[in-house]
T-cell receptor, first 114, second 110 residues
Framework: DTEVTQTPKHLVMGMTNKKSLKCEQHMGHRAMYWYKQKAKKPPELMFV???????INESVPSRFSPECPNSSLLNLHLHALQPEDSALYLC?????????????FGQGTRLTVV | RKEVEQDPGPFNVPEGATVAFNCTYS??????FFWYRQDCRKEPKLLMS???SGNEDGRFTAQLNRASQYISLLIRDSKLSDSATYLCVVNKAGGFKTIFGAGTRLFVKA
């Protein structure tokens, strides 16, 4: 299984809603990532988890709250988002401790905040 | 200065053409390097890793020059299906922090 699975694929939410994005991988990767990608821009790193612990937070607003319940799952909890948060949210995973290891990406969740 | 910079593009080439993309990175401690391909409204997918010795995969050749902090991708005999955005990607030491270049859009036309 070489897939990273993200759900939902599409999400429309109001600015007062609370929702969660989910990501799952069964490749045994111990690093997992959240990226945000706006149209015609490259992915921007938001969070990195290694061994289920938050390693990097790229100064992301607190309305985005990541969670890593176990080595296969990564969630992104959303609350009180703004319309400018509308974007493609990509989850990725990679092995740790190996040189030249690429990240595998999920298909993303296309989020629209109304 | 951006950590990873790429040719702005877009590149418009006919089928069969050879096209080269360039990328520079600013952090000399960067450890691993990749080219990803992203199709419209899809996730990025690994095209190839980039090694100091250079590496080739069919029509694609990647080169890394650590002294100049420069990465390149050469596509020979372009196909219509090569039309996509090509992203230069650099991992910092430890491999956690993956930095994407802005991407170069390639259009291959019949």
């Amino acid at each position: 299984d070489t897939e990273v699975t993200q759900t939902p694929k599409h999400l429309v939410m109001g600015m007062t809603n609370k929702k969660s994005l989910k990501c799952e991988q069964h490749m045994g990767h111990r690093a997992m990532y959240w990226y945000k990608q706006k149209a015609k821009k490259p992915p921007e790193l938001m969070f990195v988890y290694s061994y289920e612990k938050l390693s990097i937070n790229e100064s992301v607003p607190s309305r985005f709250s990541p969670e890593c319940p176990n080595s296969s799952l990564l969630n992104l909890h959303l609350h009180a988002l703004q319309p400018e948060d509308s974007a493609l949210y990509l989850c990725a995973s990679s092995p740790l401790g190996q040189a030249n290891t690429e990240a595998f990406f999920g298909q993303g969740t296309r989020l629209t905040v109304v | 200065r951006k950590e990873v910079e790429q040719d702005p593009g877009p590149f418009n080439v006919p089928e069969g053409a050879t096209v080269a993309f360039n990328c520079t990175y600013s952090n000399s401690a960067s450890q691993s390097f990749f080219w990803y391909r992203q199709d419209c409204r899809k996730e990025p997918k690994l095209l190839m890793s980039v090694y100091s010795s250079g590496n080739e995969d069919g029509r694609f050749t990647a080169q890394l020059n650590r002294a100049s902090q420069y990465i390149s991708l050469l596509i020979r005999d372009s196909k219509l299906s090569d039309s996509a955005t090509y992203l230069c990607v650099v991992n910092k030491a430890g491999g956690f922090k993956t930095i994407f270049g802005a991407g170069t859009r390639l259009f291959v036309k019949a």
